[in-house]
């Protein structure tokens, strides 16, 4: 497709429940990032990988994040034990180039619910 | 590291009226500077960024910011607002150099009365 795809766009999850969130960047993007957006405030970095290599994962809450994008294209991320505070919407975005990037382009987002 | 502070959580305006919406950042590095729109159940959309050069910056759907060095701030304009301008604002910087995370503020959402 022509734009960045998240899946799936809605999430319930029960508490301690283990979830995965599929982001299928724009083809050909060097750069991808995650973003974890709560309700009412804006989004914050998570992590960033470089084609199949994560450069940077200091915003990760904790270690029950894990992130993978193992060939280069299409990235995960995966929350383990559930809590009711991963409650957000998770954005992916994707840009053209390793570094000197200038616009980051967004998928519509994956809304997680912990109940 | 960076922070941008956007002084508005809301701002109402009526249709046709102009609006501006602050935003403030800090940063030891050089950065490059973005608004971002969203619409309801959306991802994020790119209204304009400024790189370098002139410091007023023209962007889609007639908006408009000044960079503003000195005051370290990025304010978003719009000479007469529509219905459908109706969304959260989010300012954003990412340093010049390495990987362009950014760093967004908290957010204004903007609604038009008509």
């Known amino acids: 497709g022509a734009g960045v795809s998240q899946s799936p766009r809605y999430k319930v999850a029960k508490r301690g429940q283990d979830v995965a969130l599929r982001c299928d960047p724009i083809?050909?993007?060097?750069?991808l990032f995650w973003y974890q957006q709560a309700l009412g405030q804006g989004p914050e970095f998570l992590t960033y990988f470089q084609n199949e290599a994560q450069l940077d994962k200091s915003g990760l809450p904790s270690d029950r994040f894990f992130a993978e994008r193992p060939e280069g294209s299409v990235s995960t991320l995966k929350i383990q034990r559930t809590q009711q505070e991963d409650s957000a919407v998770y954005l992916c975005a994707s840009s053209p180039r390793g570094t000197t990037n200038t616009e980051a382009f967004f998928g519509q987002g994956t809304r997680l619910t912990v109940v | 590291a960076q922070s941008v502070t956007q002084l508005d959580s809301q701002v109402p305006v009526f249709e046709e009226a102009p609006v501006e919406l602050r935003c403030n950042y800090s940063?030891?590095?050089?950065?490059?500077l973005f608004w971002y729109v969203q619409y309801p159940n959306q991802g994020l959309q790119l209204l304009l960024k400024?790189?370098?050069?002139?410091?007023l910056v023209k962007g889609i759907n007639g908006f408009e910011a000044e960079f503003n060095k000195s005051q370290t701030s990025f304010h978003l304009r719009k000479p007469s607002v529509h219905i459908s301008d109706t969304a959260e604002y989010f300012c954003a910087v990412s340093e010049t150099q390495g990987a362009q995370k950014l760093v967004f503020g908290q957010g204004t959402r903007l609604t038009i009365n008509p």
């Open positions: 400024y790189l370098s050069g002139s410091t």
């Open positions: 083809s050909g993007h060097v750069s």
């Open positions: 940063s030891s590095v050089s950065v490059y």
